[in-house]
Structure formats: C-alpha cells, structure tokens
C-alpha cells in the first residue's frame, strides 16, 4: 500500500514539474519588447547564406573573408574585354519541365517567349573574381563563369544579380513557374 503511494506521488510530481517546464519553455519563446514576433524577420536579417555587410565568414583555408559595404562595380581586365559577344541561358518550365536554351548577346534585353519575363542580360565573366567591391575575372577561361542579370515579370524587377554556371545554387533565380541557368558563354 506504502509502494503505490508512493508510485502515484512521484507520478503527480512528474506530471506537475512537467508542466511548470512547459510554463517556463513557453516564456522563453515569448517575445521581448521592441523584438520582432515570431515568424518576422529582424530589418537587417539577410537571406540564409547571405552575409550582412562587415560580417565575417570563413573563406578558404579557413581565413576570415569581410564583407564591405557599398556599391560593387565591375571592371574587366583587357583580356576579357569585348572577348565574349553572348551567353547561353537555359529557361526552365518547371511546370512541364520543359528546358529551353535561348542564346542572348551580352548587354541586351530579351523577352522571353510564351512568358511575361524579360530579361536584362548584363556582363559576362569567364573566370568571376569578387575583390573587395570590384567584380572581375582572373583569366579569359571559362573557370567560374557567371553573367549579371535582371529578370523583369510584367515590367516590374524580380530578380537582379549574378547566374553562376558551375554553381546555380549560389544566388539562384527563384520563381514559382522558371527557373533560369547560366550555360555557358559565347566567345566572339
């Protein structure tokens, strides 16, 4: 008889000291004033894999790499300069998946058929360099090629940034109905 009060004590214990931590999980988890709810992202929050400006991240070798703030430009050595006339995009369907490679001349815009998306295409870089603020290429070889671009849907921009054709994933173009790839450049 002593055994199962005993038994039916602990277990009330339990039960009760269970329920306090889920009091106190739940104030944790509560916002603080002044901090965003939750499922808001802070104003300076960036995207997953993105750095804000002056965080650090380990770069190769596990050396620290610092990001600037600012405006990047771009500034093509001589060897590249005027050595690439187009690049090769893939669109992707994603709903028929349906791949479609358009060949477009570097500095121009192209509608993209059967779509309400345009397309800004902007420099391409055979060997993409980023030093400090200053994008570049390190040769003329296709070793990292990446080409600048504007996607715009029904004249608004949607999209604005680099296409990376050995790695898509880095920054990628995201639309619920296309994808968009780089292939390759064309060299005049």
Not at 53 to 74: A, H, I, K, N, Y
Not at 177 to 188: E, F, I, N, Q, T
């Amino acid at each position: 008889m002593k055994k199962q009060i005993l038994v039916a004590v602990c277990g009330i214990a339990l039960v009760l000291s269970f329920g306090a931590c889920k009091k106190k999980e739940e104030k944790l988890q509560a916002p603080q004033s002044g901090a965003p709810a939750q499922g808001q992202l802070p104003p300076d929050h960036q995207q997953p894999g993105q750095l804000a400006p002056g965080q650090q991240q380990g770069g190769p070798g596990g050396q620290q790499v610092t990001m600037q703030r600012g405006q990047t430009s771009v500034a093509l050595p001589d060897a590249v300069k005027g050595k690439w006339k187009s690049v090769i995009l893939v669109v992707v369907d994603k709903g028929s998946k349906k791949q479609t490679e358009y060949t477009i001349n570097v500095n121009s815009d192209f509608k993209v058929p059967g779509s309400n998306l345009k397309l800004a295409v902007g420099e391409f870089i055979p060997d993409f360099k980023m030093n400090g603020l200053t994008i570049t290429s390190s040769s003329n070889e296709p070793n990292n090629p990446a080409v600048g671009v504007k996607v715009f849907e029904d004249d608004k921009e949607v999209f604005k940034g680099w296409l990376y054709s050995k790695f898509p994933a880095v920054h990628p173009f995201e639309h619920p109905k296309y994808a968009l790839l780089l292939k390759s450049g064309v060299k005049k």
